[in-house]
């Protein structure tokens, strides 16, 4: 389980498993184990079924295939949830699903990578829902999630984080990291905190006046 969720009345956070690159079996497994429940979004049914993943629900407009054929494919007590509305993405559709069964929490893969586009807008979409449901968007690489003005949370010594702004975020200041922010201002695209590092073990806080802000913690992979 991601140590960012706050669980309340004994939930773990759900598993969202979209459609962008796949990340380790390693990863994919440990978040299996902390999930109560798992969703499946429709595009990535094929690849879900190959590698044996036990899911709860499969949500989307089913462009591939069609709600029988789906049916057939997955086990009996599987959720088929049929949601046409191309008005929104299957990502926001699933995350509104979740909300509407009361979690409190998601973790989201197979968001990133491959189109650059569907990523881009898989990042906004986080930033969006960050009132509704506490989310946290992971692969091999990166921990990404939105957080408020007050945040705290237990670091290792030179772990990779960055702050990015998603608009204009104002009296920006941070505490134990290797490069601290003081009442300054970060304005995507014009300047953000990319590739800062923690200071000492212990605690990272981040407060701030108003704007939204995402929280990266990144892995660097040789």
């Not at 086990?75 to 929104?88: A, R």
């Not at 505490?175 to 605690?203: F, H, M, Q």
């Amino acid at each position: 389980m991601s140590s960012h969720h706050i669980v309340r009345e004994g939930q773990e956070p759900a598993l969202l498993i979209a459609n962008g690159e796949a990340c380790s079996r390693e990863l994919l497994d440990q978040l299996l184990e902390w999930s109560p429940y798992v969703l499946v979004l429709d595009g990535a049914l094929d690849k879900v079924l190959n590698l044996g993943i036990k899911f709860d629900a499969i949500l989307g407009d089913f462009d591939t295939y069609n709600q029988d054929e789906i049916s057939a494919m997955v086990q009996p007590n599987t959720e088929v949830v049929y949601t046409p509305d191309q008005e929104k993405t299957d990502l926001e559709k699933g995350l509104e699903f979740l909300i509407a069964k009361k979690f409190a929490a998601v973790n989201i893969i197979w968001a990133t990578g491959k189109r650059s586009d569907h990523y881009m807008n898989n990042i906004a979409i986080l930033a969006r829902y960050k009132d509704q449901i506490n989310l946290v968007m992971l692969d091999n690489y990166s921990k990404i999630y939105p957080i408020n003005s007050g945040y705290k949370k237990h670091f290792s010594e030179n772990t990779n984080v960055s702050l990015i702004p998603l608009n204009k975020v104002e009296k920006v200041k941070t505490s134990n990291l290797v490069w601290n922010l003081d009442n300054e201002t970060l304005d995507y695209p014009y300047r953000t905190s990319s590739s800062n590092k923690v200071l000492a073990t212990g605690i990272v806080e981040v407060n701030f006046d108003n704007g939204i802000l995402l929280m990266m913690e990144c892995i660097d992979l040789h």
